[in-house]
């Protein structure tokens, strides 16, 4: 059985979901991982598309959105919502789980419960401390 979270942003950075979903990030101080040389190093593993984006990238289409529309141009305003997908380890075993099947539903959740929006959709193969869970981001 999966976990739903949802967590609302004020960030008018909408790179930085995408930042977050693909690269490394400390566990407790959620601050990006740094190679010897200092830079961003990226996730082992991952699934990531984007949705209702056309040919632009997720925060461009965002900002062009947000500027067509009159949306998200006071600091006050939920720029962002990012929702958590998290399955019980078991799942893999038990319901034959992979992380590619985890991403469809992922995408196919998106696609009906926000229908016309930008979206990330981003599937990890562990959570929170390495615990096994495969989980889904979901950035809209």
Same mark, same amino acid.
Do not use: W
């Given at each position: 059985?999966? *976990?739903?979270?949802?967590?609302?942003?004020? /960030?008018?950075?909408?790179?930085?979901?995408?930042?977050?979903? *693909?690269?490394?990030?400390?566990?407790? *101080?959620? $601050?990006?991982?740094?190679?010897?040389?200092?830079?961003?190093?990226?996730?082992?593993?991952?699934?990531?598309?984007?949705?209702?984006?056309?040919?632009?990238? #997720?925060?461009v289409a965002c900002? !062009?959105?947000?500027?067509?529309?009159? $949306?998200n141009q006071k !600091?006050?305003?939920?720029?962002?919502?990012?929702?958590?997908?998290?399955?019980?380890?078991?799942?893999?075993?038990? /319901? +034959?789980? *992979?992380?590619?099947?985890?991403?469809?539903? +992922?995408?196919?959740?998106?696609?009906?419960? #926000?229908?016309?929006?930008?979206?990330?959709?981003?599937?990890?193969?562990?959570?929170? /401390?390495?615990?096994?869970?495969?989980?889904?981001?979901?950035?809209?």
């Amino acid at each position: 059985m999966a *976990t739903f979270k949802h967590i609302s942003s004020k /960030n008018a950075d909408y790179g930085a979901a995408e930042q977050y979903l *693909t690269f490394e990030h400390d566990e407790f *101080t959620m $601050k990006p991982t740094l190679d010897e040389n200092g830079r961003l190093m990226l996730r082992e593993d991952y699934r990531i598309a984007t949705l209702n984006c056309g040919d632009e990238d #997720f925060a461009v289409a965002c900002m !062009r959105s947000n500027l067509r529309y009159g $949306k998200n141009q006071k !600091r006050e305003d939920v720029k962002s919502h990012h929702y958590i997908i998290s399955f019980d380890p078991r799942d893999a075993v038990d /319901n +034959g789980l *992979t992380v590619d099947r985890a991403q469809a539903l +992922g995408e196919e959740f998106c696609r009906k419960q #926000f229908p016309g929006h930008q979206a990330i959709v981003c599937t990890h193969p562990d959570g929170h /401390n390495h615990s096994g869970n495969i989980h889904v981001h979901i950035v809209i």
